[in-house]
């Protein structure tokens, strides 16, 4: 019989576990080892603003199998708080600390799977490591933040990105007065100017004071906790609580120490199989590269859908079965009180620089018939070719109906299709639940003033 | 200075007024002029069902343009309550009468546009001329039936598409008890056989009594007015109110007495240009025969989405601008009290007929992350070949998302997509929105079992 093949797992979130638990189902002889940094696995990370701001009780409701079913269901065994520290390539191992007790180990590969994720980035400023002063990305920052709720007059949020938003919302639901500095001039960048401000609208309608332009110069203490922000322009905000929301970096000071290939923001270049620059070393979700489906060019754009399916190829792959990573059209949704805003594809600004002929086309049309109570406008812009016809991107918000029609469009860009053929979609209607023109299909007609059928 | 073009359009809805809008904006010279038998123009058909039931107050809250403004604003000439009886192709003329006033005229043309729209499919029983007997078409109808439903009891609704099941729920909501007779053995039979139960356990659960394999045989009058309905086994429902919805068929008597050329269910061929057998004449809208984008055949699905499409594409054509119906997949949706139901592309049946080696797949999915409250489940069936893989339809059941859901698939399916491809589709996640698998990766996944990736 054949020695059984270790797979050795660095991160047991979404990606880690995808690979693990696929390529299990696949080859019951590979003998699967994941180490987990933080105390808590497959856990959803998207969730925990929500656990934050209390729609989610404990933080066990955003862990989808316990380190047990993972060992006694799936046959996969698992070791919490273990920071693996390096990998040694040559003799195909990684040397492990339980962070617990200190204790080392060496645990030998004949496949390694790194799915180390990625972490905030730690602005440069005064006064980060006052306490009070956190970030949100694991479990346990959500329990510390959230254990600081209760006693906060004042926060201040450091970023305008999704998770800032939606901390926004949920802080401010839980009675805390909250305060956003964008260091940008607007909201979503990606987003065209007029939907920054609509969100800015959206956030200012519920009491969220918002300083776009702010960059933050030094958090102050007082009693030794967080007292105040000061931007670099001078102006002093109060806040009992900052949470910095600033973007996320690759998790791969392991990798680039083994001399694995970086791209993108130091990301792990790995081809569609999920395959790094060792045959023996696959890398997948937010550490890993990925390849932009429009433009074909290596991005890192780090969302929880992504970091999954790129789990589950490199699990189908190690498993011995065909599969191959698509690629992404950076499709992303969020909700911001009774906002739903949503987006896929190239912005204008990224069309232009791909080289494309950009446009762009904007249309606000209700999302029911005309004549139907209930019907709230869904605003859309569509980004197309001026040459080809072809579809490049789209954003929208409004109603929650916005997803589910940028979901079309993700799947007409990915599909190639040109706004004429878009235009031609046999959408459904019912005076419920859409206008007899769809707002996709007003858009579309809209953007054919442009360029004509084809 | 050449003499201007005459543009005569046989009805007023749709496809009529779609037609002449386009084709008067593309070129001023055309002189339009539309007759319309009913006393409405340019409504909403589709909304009949919640004038009736009260959501909609007036019927004129259904009419998107007047008389008066097609005619001031659009330089269109409208005739209401004026009757078209008859088209001498030879010397491009119609005859018309005022129904009014019973007076006739003579128009010439020298483009003709047939938007006749359909009739009710009137069945062959005793009893259908009786007062309080009635159809739901146009405004009149509605205004009728609503007159009726403040003083009914009892209403028998006969026929369980989608016009029988959104009336279920507006006279059920109006305090009406209602009994739905369907002849056949489940309703919406283009659905599987387990999404039919779930839509007469939606029925059942808000009170309405549904009889299956149940064809009505006659109805009886009280007092000069419908009293009762007796189906074919002799079972007697008491009922002072009936309407019959048992389908409709092309309005195509005009056409035929012209020697057009008719197709499918006797509607009239045209090309992709709307162009009927005569090249003087177009048809549009539901008394025109369309070209299914999956077989490629002839179908008749008259649906108002299509039947504005198609007046467009008449009125581009005639304005002198290149267009082409690019066909039909019979999307539909409706809302039955608390569900949705939306399907597109061909059944396992209209697959099967039309020679795919055609497989199906279903799955239950939640709408939105797991953790997250106020999750509804999503049921989705896709219908795909075995052989290629290539998607073929999908019908759908849950939350209002599942509109968007079957819409995905609409371009999906008008690309060519396999099962494998919609796998890959980079769908939009954030727990309040959906999961991190969206219902139709997980439909999609599901297939692939039984094809595999391509």
Request: proline share 4%; with cysteine.
């Amino acid at each position: 019989m054949a020695k059984p093949r270790r797979m050795v797992v660095i991160g047991g979130t979404a990606a880690g576990l995808s690979a693990a638990s696929k390529a299990k189902r696949l080859d019951q002889d590979l003998q699967i080892t994941v180490f987990e940094k933080s105390g808590y696995i497959s856990y959803g990370a998207c969730g925990l603003p929500y656990f934050v701001g209390g729609l989610i009780e404990k933080p066990e409701q955003l862990v989808s199998f316990s380190v047990e079913e993972m060992q006694d269901k799936r046959g996969i065994s698992v070791h919490i708080h273990h920071e693996v520290l390096s990998i040694d390539r040559e003799n195909k191992q990684v040397t492990v600390q339980n962070m617990k007790t200190g204790a080392m180990l060496v645990a030998p590969y004949e496949i390694l799977v790194i799915a180390t994720g990625a972490v905030p980035v730690r602005p440069a400023i005064e006064g980060i490591d006052i306490p009070r002063v956190v970030f949100l990305r694991t479990v346990e920052d959500g329990i510390l933040l959230k254990g600081y709720v209760h006693d906060t007059q004042r926060a201040v949020l450091v970023g305008g990105g999704f998770i800032g938003l939606e901390l926004a919302e949920e802080l401010t639901q839980a009675g805390v007065h909250v305060t956003l500095f964008e260091a940008m001039d607007r909201l979503l960048p990606f987003l065209p100017q007029s939907f920054s401000r609509k969100v800015q609208e959206t956030l200012d309608a519920h009491g969220v004071t918002v300083h776009l332009n702010a960059k933050i110069a030094r958090i102050l203490s007082s009693n030794g906790v967080a007292g105040a922000v000061e931007s670099v322009d001078g102006t002093q905000v109060k806040a009992d609580l900052v949470v910095l929301s600033v973007g996320v970096h690759p998790a791969t000071a392991l990798a680039r120490a083994a001399g694995l290939e970086l791209g993108i923001k130091d990301s792990i270049v790995v081809d569609d199989h999920m395959q790094t620059s060792d045959s023996a070393i696959w890398a997948c979700g937010d550490c890993a590269q990925m390849r932009h489906i429009i433009t074909g060019k290596p991005v890192h754009i780090p969302l929880g859908t992504t970091a999954n399916k790129m789990g589950k190829v490199a699990g189908s792959v190690i498993g011995g079965e065909k599969d191959s990573f698509a690629g992404v059209l950076g499709s992303m949704v969020t909700k911001v009180f009774d906002l739903y805003i949503a987006a896929t594809g190239l912005s204008l600004n990224e069309a232009k620089t791909a080289g494309y002929d950009a446009m762009e086309s904007v249309i606000t049309k209700n999302d029911k018939a005309s004549y139907y109570p209930g019907g709230e406008p869904n605003t859309l812009n569509i980004v197309f070719d001026g040459t080809s016809g072809r579809l490049l991107g789209a954003q929208g918000y409004g109603s929650e109906s916005i997803a589910g029609r940028i979901n079309v469009l993700v799947a007409c860009i990915t599909a190639g299709m040109t706004v004429s053929q878009v235009n031609d979609l046999d959408l459904v209607y019912a005076p419920p639940v859409a206008p007899v023109y769809d707002p996709i299909l007003i858009a579309a007609s809209q953007a054919l003033k442009h360029v004509g059928r084809s």
